[in-house]
């Protein structure tokens, strides 16, 4: 435990979260809540988002526009709430026990443990760490939960947090909208799609940044060559949420390491126009938390990882050509760190971004910082340039 939260972050990476985002053990507190706006993308080139804000209203579900991403509505997150603790116990594992505490129903792959109750029981559910997270109907008997690897288990009606629950919302199955973080809406914000740019995304699962770049695309009429890649096991979903936003014809999907794609796709190399990284990291950044641990060794392994991806995102810029490079996370060493490290050893430059922007924090050319403090998640965003 550190600064009093159920966060286990050695010193060593505490110190790495730099002072222009705020005081390292605030920014550790306020990643065990949400932000206070929730996000949904407005898929702009099957709906404007007057007319998406209009359809919801009519619903009774009220969003709110956001001040400077164009695409991005929101609606308010409150509490927290006290759920009423029952006998019947149920625990769920970390990823699935941040989701019931924004409100999200239990579904049985995410269960570890239960007891105590009978199917159509009211139960109380627990993070591994014994974080109450929210109560709700037991869909399933505990042994059946504990069994099953599909289904729903747990139908959550007492949640810590309660916001619009994104597949509820009208249009989600239709592509009208996608569920994505503010911050994360950056990045497709600072690229500008045109007809004969390639624009390549090494870490495209699952599909938020790459389908917003398309989106544009489309909503502007240009048509680039947009090429998504990400290993195997994430081919089905990225896929999936391209054909649900009926962007699926305008982005061709390759599998793959992405570190290698200039050996099996070597027509590329010093072709693409834009390329996203978005690699792997230590999620510092991501909220809400019901617990983390985080060594510095962990992230020294992150670190040399993320290069592999900054090393071929170079080798397949174009002089001129713009990389962007993003991370959920607060350490110096993922972020400042592999900037500088790119600049000295893969000769790229800083790059400005293409439009003021007002919301991100900025700690040098070309660098993007957005912190808890702010209300949002962490964030992180560098450009740089190919010379020539």
């Not at 049985?108 to 014994?130: H, L, Q």
């Not at 309660?162 to 497709?188: A, C, F, K, N």
């Not at 962990?298 to 900054?310: K, P, T």
């Not at 957005?370 to 992180?380: A, C, I, V």
Request: proline share 8%.
């Amino acid at each position: 435990m550190v600064c009093g939260t159920p966060l286990d972050v050695e010193l060593g990476v505490l110190a790495r979260i730099p002072p222009v985002l705020g005081h390292p053990c605030r920014v550790l507190e306020e990643l065990i809540s949400p932000p206070r706006r929730l996000y949904v993308r407005v898929n702009t080139a099957r709906i404007s988002v007057d007319k998406y804000i209009a359809l919801t209203g009519s619903l009774g579900v009220e969003l709110w526009r956001d001040e400077e991403v164009p695409c991005a509505v929101w609606a308010p997150v409150e509490g927290p709430f006290e759920p009423r603790r029952y006998r019947g116990r149920v625990v769920a594992d970390k990823r699935a026990s941040e989701s019931v505490l924004m409100g999200s129903d239990l579904y049985a792959p995410g269960v570890i443990m239960a007891g105590g109750f009978e199917r159509g029981d009211k139960v109380s559910i627990y993070s591994p760490n014994g974080i109450h997270v929210g109560s709700g109907v037991a869909v399933m008997g505990p042994e059946e939960m504990v069994r099953s690897r599909r289904g729903l288990a747990v139908r959550v009606d007492e949640p810590v947090y309660r916001s619009v629950r994104v597949h509820d919302l009208p249009g989600h199955g239709e592509g009208l909208i996608y569920g994505q973080s503010v911050t994360s809406m950056y990045v497709g914000l600072l690229v500008e799609p045109r007809t004969g740019d390639i624009i390549v995304d090494l870490n495209a699962a699952p599909g938020g940044k790459v389908s917003h770049i398309a989106q544009r695309a489309m909503e502007g009429g240009e048509k680039p060559r947009i090429i998504a890649v990400d290993r195997r096991s994430k081919e089905l979903l990225l896929r999936a949420n391209l054909e649900r936003l009926g962007l699926d014809s305008i982005v061709e999907v390759r599998s793959g390491d992405s570190r290698r794609i200039t050996r099996w796709m070597p027509g590329l190399a010093g072709k693409a126009s834009v390329v996203l990284v978005d690699p792997p990291c230590s999620n510092l950044g991501v909220r809400p938390k019901v617990y983390e641990e985080k060594r510095a060794k962990d992230i020294a392994n992150y670190v040399m990882y993320q290069r592999g991806f900054l090393r071929e995102a170079a080798r397949l810029l174009r002089p001129g050509g713009l990389l962007i490079y993003s991370t959920c996370t607060l350490t110096a060493s993922e972020n400042q760190g592999n900037r500088a490290w790119a600049i000295e050893e893969l000769g790229l430059e800083p790059a400005d971004p293409s439009m003021p922007l007002e919301r991100p924090v900025r700690a040098g050319r070309g660098e993007l910082l957005f912190s808890p403090l702010q209300g949002t998640p962490g964030f992180y965003i560098a450009l740089l340039r190919r010379p020539g």
